[in-house]
């Protein structure tokens, strides 16, 4: 894979046919760190047999840059990089089978289809918990740091009889997608995002405190965002959940490597393993995490299940990175593994 990086990253700044492009023509300038991930995506796909991986990473890619008012260039420059170097040093029959994906790539770059308009809405749509009405006034409330007015409209979907994890799910959750696409669409700043981040995480902290426990089940997780996941607000709810439902839940953080996940493994034991990410490029993170637990566990090593905004574009990915199952969220999870 280092010698695609380089070739390809050379390649991209590379006159072509004897005409000089500045790079400021791509709209945003590739970094080599742009042709690492888009590399390691394609390994990843490839491995697992999922064209639709690696096409729903370009369009991860392709929105983000569109919400600043970029234009797709640069990502159909790597990809186009990435083609010219493994159309040469591939065997034929592999050749054929890698430019497949990145081909498709490049169509999701050229037609981007209808997640360029709102990627986070729709994966909203797909998890399991509706969200409740006043979603967009929890947002608000995120946003303006008011905890009181975010406290209030949580107790009150409580009080109306809902558990405490379907509120979560169904109403905290989607208001801190609402607070990301808000980024995306650069209508706030990231540090708006991360002062919303802060008061959804205390806000969870209390509704949990609260909730009723079953009965210790006399079983034990992990749950962890995979490294490049410093989103720790989902899994971390997944853990609150798996808590409450009389789970020993113990949750590793966000950015978690394999050496720590396995470490962490091979000192609890742990019955099941969660795992999150939340973009596309972590999935590798995660499939290596995975094949090492595996290696080194086997069949004593725990059920691993996998989660987060990533993994909804796919809901196949879970059988092909190795994994025992998916979730969409912490209602799902609790459903899936029994408690």
């Not at 080599?32 to 990843?44: E, N, P, Y």
């Not at 490049?106 to 981007?112: E, I, N, T």
């Not at 409330?141 to 169904?170: M, N, S």
């Not at 209390?206 to 006399?218: M, N, S, T």
Request: aromatic residues 6%; neutral net charge.
């Amino acid at each position: 894979m280092d010698s695609a990086v380089s070739a390809a990253w050379k390649d991209i700044y590379r006159p072509q046919a004897g005409v000089v492009l500045h790079p400021a023509a791509l709209g945003r300038l590739p970094t080599r760190q742009d042709v690492v991930t888009t590399a390691r995506v394609l390994a990843c796909a490839v491995a697992a047999g999922s064209t639709d991986y690696f096409v729903a990473y370009v369009r991860s890619i392709v929105t983000e840059q569109a919400a600043r008012g970029a234009p797709p260039l640069a990502m159909a420059a790597v990809i186009a990089a990435l083609r010219r170097y493994y159309a040469e040093a591939l065997p034929p029959a592999l050749a054929a089978l890698v430019l497949s994906v990145l081909d498709a790539g490049l169509d999701a770059v050229s037609r981007p289809g209808p997640d360029l308009s709102g990627p986070v809405a729709a994966l909203v749509a797909e998890g399991s918990a509706e969200p409740f009405t006043g979603v967009e006034a929890l947002a608000d409330a995120l946003l303006a740091g008011e905890i009181d007015k975010g406290r209030r409209l949580l107790r009150d979907a409580v009080g109306a009889g809902r558990p405490c994890v379907e509120v979560a799910t169904g109403l905290l959750q989607p208001a801190l997608y609402t607070v990301g696409h808000r980024w995306q669409q650069r209508r706030i700043t990231v540090a708006e995002e991360h002062g919303a981040t802060a008061v959804a995480a205390a806000l969870l902290a209390e509704l949990f405190a609260d909730a009723p426990r079953a009965a210790p089940l006399g079983r034990t997780a992990l749950i962890a965002g995979v490294t490049g996941n410093r989103h720790a607000l989902g899994p971390h709810l997944v853990a609150d959940a798996l808590d409450v439902a009389g789970w020993d839940a113990r949750f590793l953080g966000g950015d978690a490597s394999v050496d720590a996940v396995v470490a962490e493994v091979d000192r609890c034991r742990p019955d099941l393993l969660g795992l999150s990410a939340s973009m596309p490029d972590q999935v590798p993170a995660m499939y290596r995490i995975i094949r090492q637990v595996r290696r080194t566990f086997g069949s004593a090593g725990p059920r691993i299940v996998i989660g987060g905004l990533a993994t909804n574009h796919m809901r196949a990915l879970w059988r092909w990175i190795g994994a025992d199952g998916w979730s969409p969220d912490a209602t799902t999870a609790v459903a899936l593994v029994g408690g």
